[in-house]
Nanobody, 124 residues
Framework: QVQVVESGGGLVQAGGSLVLSCAAS????????MGWFRQAPGKEREFVTTIRRSGTSTFYADSVKGRFTISRDNAKNTVYLQMNSLKPEDTAVYYC?????????????????WGQGTQVTVSS
């Protein structure tokens, strides 16, 4: 069982920045791919970004490309999501997820473990 805990959400004005953190348990964190997804009220959970176990391969949804950056610190079992130039449409609950297979991707079904989510609200 892998425990996944997100933190760092909050309220920010449009154009502002936030950093989300996600800590995952397990001695093999470096072998996991990690993903961030988000879900706005009344909408499906959607892919935001993923980072492979290598840490060198990252992929982003078109809606956040150039504004969000995912990174990982394997020594701390933590992945980060730097969010810049935030827009009201970025408002959602953000979820971190673990893919033990190490590949990641935009398919939710690839991820075995999920956190409880952290709320991000961007005011206009």
């Amino acid at each position: 069982q892998v425990q996944v805990v997100e933190s760092g959400g909050g309220l920010v004005q449009a154009g502002g920045s936030l950093v989300l953190s996600c800590a995952a348990s397990g001695r093999t964190f470096s072998s996991y791919a990690m993903g961030w997804f988000r879900q706005a009220p009344g909408k499906e959970r959607e892919f935001v970004t993923t980072i492979r176990r290598s840490g060198t391969s990252t992929f982003y949804a078109d809606s956040v490309k150039g504004r969000f950056t995912i990174s990982r610190d394997n020594a701390k079992n933590t992945v980060y999501l730097q969010m810049n130039s935030l827009k009201p449409e970025d408002t959602a609950v953000y979820y971190c997820a673990v893919d033990q297979g190490g590949i990641g991707g935009s398919n939710r079904g690839l991820y075995e473990y999920w956190g409880q989510g952290t709320q991000v609200t961007v005011s206009s």
